[in-house]
């Protein structure tokens, strides 16, 4: 937990990342066209190997309803962020995302393509999901007329059961749900800025339970994908190939990373799988768009393990570097060696309170 005091007086948001193993909250302020970050807090669970995968079978988080929302509360009093509202992610395994070009129609009349669109790509009833739409680009089918566009549309849908689930905590623990939204988007929200907004990256979330790897061109999202790979089976590979428990093989994954070693011998083939995928869909991207993924972006507190960002650079090609989550954001520079590594793991609570911020 930390408090920093500065900017009392200045308008604040609160983002509130609720994860499979960890909760983590970041308060930022807006003065005088400055975002500062004023108060940040963390609390990972401690469990058993067994209640562990127990979750990780069952997608599910570590706690129950009551007691995350303790757990808010918690943090909230011992980083004194006496907030009444905030914004809050729903985790990607929880989300369907899909991308559909449409055939040149008149905006209005895309509602009702998203409804037909949505029954082929979800594998549920509709009326047990919340979805949402945005048009995130135009683009000419061949032989089109210039003013004759399709429309490409993003789709996200969300189970209704998710949504409620989300605003029992929030009212368990005491506050009002600002607005919930899928992690991509508070990811994209601090991954993308200066030039790489006129660039096309590849922003790759690696996390506990799923992999997500989103292409973003000139700032907007072309297409995201949810990939079936995770840490937690890496760790998981790790403790039963040398015998650990699952948090002694996550310190060694941590402290040692992709090195010459033991653990460097089990751990390649796995993360050569990811590697292999983002190439995968960087080449798709290629072959639709005529045009190449130009940097890659790592998330997720995976992605400071050594060695990790350098030996994804060696096999794809591609500049390749971890999040800075803070770059734009100003904190006390005493805190610079703490801010770097907390970076890529504070990175959707960031981007959550960041929305709140773009709407004052």
Do not use: C
């Amino acid at each position: 937990m930390f408090n920093i005091p500065f900017f009392k007086t200045a308008k604040r948001s609160v983002g509130i990342d609720i994860g499979t193993f960890s909760i983590k909250i970041v308060e930022l302020s807006y003065s005088r066209n400055k975002v500062t970050l004023e108060n940040y807090g963390e609390k990972v669970s401690q469990i058993s190997d067994q209640e562990l995968y127990k979750s990780l079978r069952r997608k599910a988080f570590f706690a129950s309803d009551q007691e995350i929302a303790t757990i808010i509360k918690n943090i909230l009093r011992e980083a004194k962020i006496n907030t009444k509202e905030a914004f809050l992610s729903i985790p990607d395994f929880m989300s369907f995302f899909t991308v559909f070009s449409t055939p040149p129609i008149p905006r209005e009349e895309v509602s009702s393509v998203v409804q037909f669109e949505a029954r082929q790509h979800i594998p549920l009833p509709l009326q047990e999901m919340t979805i949402d739409w945005s048009i995130i680009d135009e683009k000419l089918s061949p032989g089109q007329e210039k003013e004759k566009k399709g429309l490409r549309v993003l789709l996200v849908a969300v189970p209704n059961k998710a949504m409620e689930r989300y605003e029992k905590i929030a009212n368990l623990a005491g506050i009002k749900i600002a607005g919930l939204e899928a992690e991509v988007f508070s990811l994209l929200r601090v991954a993308i800025k200066g030039n790489d907004l006129k660039k096309v990256i590849q922003l790759i979330d690696v996390g506990i339970q799923s992999t997500t790897i989103t292409v973003i061109r000139n700032g907007i999202i072309i297409s995201t994908y949810s990939i079936d790979f995770s840490i937690s089976e890496i760790i998981k590979h790790l403790a039963d190939t040398l015998g650990m428990s699952y948090n002694e093989a996550g310190m060694a994954l941590k402290n040692q990373g992709l090195k010459e070693d033991t653990v460097d011998k089990v751990m390649k083939p796995k993360i050569d799988s990811l590697i292999s995928e983002s190439i995968r869909v960087a080449n798709e991207f290629s072959r639709n768009e005529k045009k190449d993924v130009e940097k890659i972006i790592l998330s997720g507190g995976s992605s400071l393990m050594p060695n990790f960002k350098e030996y994804f650079s060696n096999f794809t090609g591609k500049e390749t570097q971890v999040i800075e989550t803070f770059s734009e954001i100003s904190y006390p520079p005493a805190l610079k060696d703490t801010i770097e590594e907390i970076s890529p793991r504070y990175a959707i609570a960031t981007g959550l309170a960041l929305r709140g911020i773009e709407k004052k």
